[in-house]
């Protein structure tokens, strides 16, 4: 007999062995030799014909790469395939964190919503809100000057735009102070991602309110005191995007706002005062041209006077518009105007908003605490 060593080698052991390059015969190791057998299939090459994209078998020696194999660096693959799968999954990566965020941050806004709806002393301020301009209108019983158009629908309008700027001036720069007061920002900077699912889920909230206290205001107004709505299409779309503007141009400003008061109690004192003034210079209840043209040029430079002309132009008939300054809706200036805001507040919001949690830390926090027991002693 003839045995096979390791390296495929035939030895004398009687029987002819298949040596490494498959060549010879075949015979059983250790059994009696065999003078013909099937061949030994070598195991199909990696890049053998069954290989998916390379129906043509390996290339032959010296020959080039094919290029219909995909998963090259410099070929396209078949058609609809990423040349550079790696690409994608970093992209892919890189938006997963986005998504999480925004979805985060959707989540938390509906739980706040939840919360404030079950909070009967936070419905009643927005509600409030909403019974003082129902007053307001019932007791206005004359005309605006110069047209046939009632004073009530002037003072719904503008009150519509004031309670927008409310929100998103008012109430937005008090829950940031306040929370941050109770270390929810310091909380947040701990967790991944805990700052822009904050920011996405407090946006929800202020557009989510604003649009609420909006059409309880206008639906209430048409029932009880016959107020105003959109005349047409043209009435809605341009109250839509009137709405969502102001709401631009005052949010941002309002979390920069937020981002620097110092303290709860002075945030209502400090806010509260420039906002009432903001709604008597700027005709919200009453019309502009009855206030002195210095007053109005000031009024001009703030997004109320054009949030309350912008709702204006959308709820009242166009007679309306011989109260105006310049005797028109100007809406071109007022989406002009509205921009300028929105832009101004995200550029002053987004590194007082980062400043603002950079500086928190636990000594800040207790220190503020511990303020705030000894004012609350000394003023007992």
Same mark, same amino acid.
């Given at each position: 007999?003839?045995?096979?060593?390791?390296?495929?080698?035939?030895?004398?052991?009687?029987?002819?062995?298949?040596?490494?390059?498959?060549?010879?015969?075949?015979?059983?190791?250790?059994?009696?030799?065999?003078? /013909?057998?099937?061949?030994?299939?070598?195991?199909?090459?990696?890049?053998?014909?069954?290989?998916?994209?390379?129906?043509?078998?390996?290339?032959?020696?010296?020959?080039?790469?094919?290029?219909?194999?995909?998963?090259?660096?410099?070929?396209?693959?078949?058609?609809?395939?990423?040349?550079?799968?790696?690409? +994608?999954?970093?992209? *892919?990566?890189?938006?997963?964190?986005?998504?999480?965020?925004?979805?985060?941050?959707?989540?938390?806004?509906?739980?706040?919503?939840?919360?404030?709806?079950?909070?009967?002393?936070?419905?009643?301020?927005?509600?409030? *809100?909403?019974?003082?301009?129902?007053?307001?209108?019932?007791?206005?019983?004359?005309?605006?000057?110069? #047209?046939?158009?009632?004073?009530?629908?002037?003072?719904?309008?503008?009150?519509?735009?004031?309670?927008?700027?409310?929100?998103?001036?008012?109430?937005?720069?008090?829950?940031?102070?306040?929370?941050?007061?109770?270390?929810?920002?310091?909380?947040?900077?701990?967790?991944?991602?805990?700052?822009?699912?904050?920011?996405?889920?407090?946006?929800?909230?202020?557009?989510?309110?604003? +649009?609420?206290?909006?059409?309880?205001?206008?639906?209430?107004?048409?029932?009880?005191?016959?107020?105003?709505?959109?005349?047409?299409?043209?009435?809605?779309?341009?109250?839509?995007?009137?709405?969502?503007?102001?709401?631009?141009?005052?949010?941002?400003?309002?979390?920069?706002?937020?981002?620097?008061?110092?303290?709860?109690?002075?945030?209502?004192?400090?806010?509260? +005062?420039?906002?009432?003034?903001?709604?008597?210079? /700027?005709?919200?209840?009453?019309?502009?041209?009855?206030?002195?043209?210095?007053?109005?040029?000031?009024?001009?430079?703030?997004?109320?006077?054009?949030?309350?002309?912008?709702?204006?132009?959308?709820?009242?008939?166009?007679?309306?518009?011989?109260?105006?300054?310049?005797?028109?809706?100007?809406?071109?200036?007022?989406?002009?105007?509205?921009?300028?805001?929105?832009?101004?507040?995200?550029?002053?919001?987004?590194?007082?908003?980062?400043?603002? #949690?950079?500086?928190?830390?636990?000594?800040?926090?207790?220190?503020?605490?511990?303020?705030?027991?000894? *004012?609350?002693?000394?003023?007992?």
């Amino acid at each position: 007999m003839r045995r096979t060593n390791v390296t495929g080698e035939a030895t004398a052991t009687g029987g002819e062995a298949r040596t490494a390059d498959g060549t010879g015969t075949t015979g059983e190791i250790g059994g009696p030799g065999r003078t /013909s057998g099937p061949p030994i299939t070598p195991p199909p090459h990696p890049d053998g014909p069954d290989r998916p994209g390379n129906p043509d078998g390996p290339n032959r020696p010296g020959e080039p790469d094919s290029p219909d194999r995909p998963g090259e660096p410099d070929s396209p693959g078949r058609p609809g395939e990423p040349q550079h799968p790696g690409h +994608l999954h970093h992209r *892919n990566r890189a938006n997963g964190p986005n998504r999480r965020y925004w979805r985060a941050g959707f989540q938390r806004g509906r739980i706040e919503l939840g919360h404030l709806v079950h909070n009967p002393k936070e419905m009643s301020g927005h509600l409030i *809100n909403v019974v003082v301009a129902l007053a307001l209108g019932g007791f206005v019983s004359r005309t605006v000057p110069g #047209t046939q158009v009632p004073m009530t629908h002037l003072t719904i309008a503008g009150f519509a735009a004031y309670l927008l700027f409310q929100v998103g001036l008012l109430n937005l720069p008090q829950i940031l102070v306040t929370e941050r007061e109770e270390g929810a920002l310091l909380r947040l900077r701990a967790t991944p991602g805990g700052i822009p699912a904050y920011l996405v889920a407090k946006s929800v909230l202020v557009v989510v309110v604003a +649009l609420g206290t909006l059409a309880v205001l206008l639906g209430s107004a048409a029932l009880l005191v016959d107020g105003p709505l959109p005349h047409g299409l043209g009435g809605w779309l341009t109250l839509l995007w009137v709405t969502a503007l102001g709401l631009l141009a005052v949010v941002p400003l309002g979390a920069a706002i937020g981002a620097v008061l110092p303290n709860p109690r002075e945030a209502l004192a400090l806010i509260m +005062l420039p906002s009432m003034a903001l709604l008597i210079t /700027s005709g919200a209840v009453f019309p502009i041209t009855s206030l002195p043209v210095v007053v109005q040029k000031v009024a001009t430079v703030f997004p109320l006077k054009w949030m309350a002309q912008g709702l204006r132009s959308a709820l009242l008939p166009d007679a309306a518009r011989a109260a105006e300054p310049a005797g028109s809706w100007e809406l071109p200036t007022v989406a002009l105007v509205l921009t300028a805001w929105a832009v101004i507040g995200f550029l002053l919001a987004v590194p007082l908003l980062r400043r603002a #949690t950079r500086r928190e830390s636990g000594s800040r926090l207790t220190e503020r605490h511990r303020k705030a027991e000894q *004012n609350g002693a000394g003023a007992a």
